[in-house]
């Protein structure tokens, strides 16, 4: 058993390695001179942060269980229950669970479609529960159908992304960034070191983020008291970091966008859920 979770845990961490790598490949580095937000003392009852910060002060947690059934609004996104698992049964959720998920999709005709996902997930390494294999992340997800080779560049909400010389076929552009995760924050590179985090576990990790993130918050139709987005309905949103509220594709002669996003998260409300 220590063997197969060794063996998960280099998985995952080469994973994060060849993200990176496609990350770099795809956009510019934001120099990491500050926190990107901030996370709350440790929930004794998942082991997870109580709360999740951005950089204007919203803060969304993660209650046991996860409030919401999946479905129905207002609701966090989370995996169901393992049945036989102890501690799945304990914190409410199975292998994964987002205190926060943004997603948009544009209908580009033909089958053809568009997706975005941004979010900050809370998983294990090896990927079924386990007390103490708790860690954090945030994904940027970009996946695109498309009709005519070239190059796209894809505007978010959470940075800028350049796809050259991209082949025309389904999911032609299927890129995935994860940063986070565990082990120490990133020991090799100087900055962190200037942030006193370099020595952090990993939650800490996606406070020194290498792409501006912060949370979308549902507009049109408003959320529920208490929430930032109601996990279901498709609606506006306000802008993120950089000023952008949408969605947009800027291909071979076309340009598509959309504003139109689904938000779940809930706001932290102080004590221990």
């Known amino acids: 058993m220590r063997k197969t979770m060794l063996c998960l845990g280099l998985t995952l961490v080469l994973a994060l390695a060849l993200a990176s790598a496609a ?51 207002p609701t966090m996104i989370f995996d169901p229950v393992i049945t036989g698992n102890a501690f799945s049964q304990q914190i409410g959720f199975g292998a994964e669970a987002f205190p926060y998920l943004a997603t ?34 945030v994904r940027v997800r970009i996946r695109i159908d498309t009709t005519v080779a070239g190059d796209y560049t894809v505007i978010t909400p959470w940075g ?12 032609a552009i299927n890129f995935t960034y994860d940063f986070g995760g565990f082990g120490p924050v990133c020991p090799d590179e100087p900055s962190c070191f200037a942030l006193g985090v370099s020595e952090s576990p990993g939650f800490e990790r996606i406070l020194v983020a ?64």
Not at 54 to 63: C, F, I, M, S, Y
Not at 115 to 121: N, Y
Not at 243 to 252: A, L, M, Q, S
């Open 160 to 171: 800028t992304y350049s796809f050259p010389n991209t082949p025309a076929g389904r999911r």
């Open 23 to 73: 990350w770099a490949q795809a956009a510019a580095i934001r120099p990491l001179t500050a926190p990107i937000g901030t996370l709350g003392p440790i929930n004794p009852n998942n082991g997870f942060p109580l709360w999740v910060g951005d950089r204007n002060g919203v803060k969304v947690d993660l209650p046991t269980p996860p409030l919401g059934d999946g479905v129905t609004a």
């Open 210 to 273: 290498p792409t501006e993130w912060s949370f979308l918050v549902q507009q049109n139709p408003p959320p529920p008291a208490g929430w930032i987005g109601d996990g279901v309905n498709v609606a506006t949103v306000s802008a993120g970091p950089t000023g952008i509220d949408y969605f947009r594709i800027v291909g071979p002669g076309e340009t598509v966008q959309t504003n139109l996003f689904t938000v779940s998260g809930h706001i932290y409300q102080g004590g221990t859920p």
């Open 104 to 137: 948009s999709r544009i209908d580009l005709g033909g089958g053809n479609r568009a997706e975005l996902t941004l979010g900050v997930e809370a998983a294990f390494g090896a990927e079924a529960p386990l007390n103490g294999d708790q860690f954090l992340f």
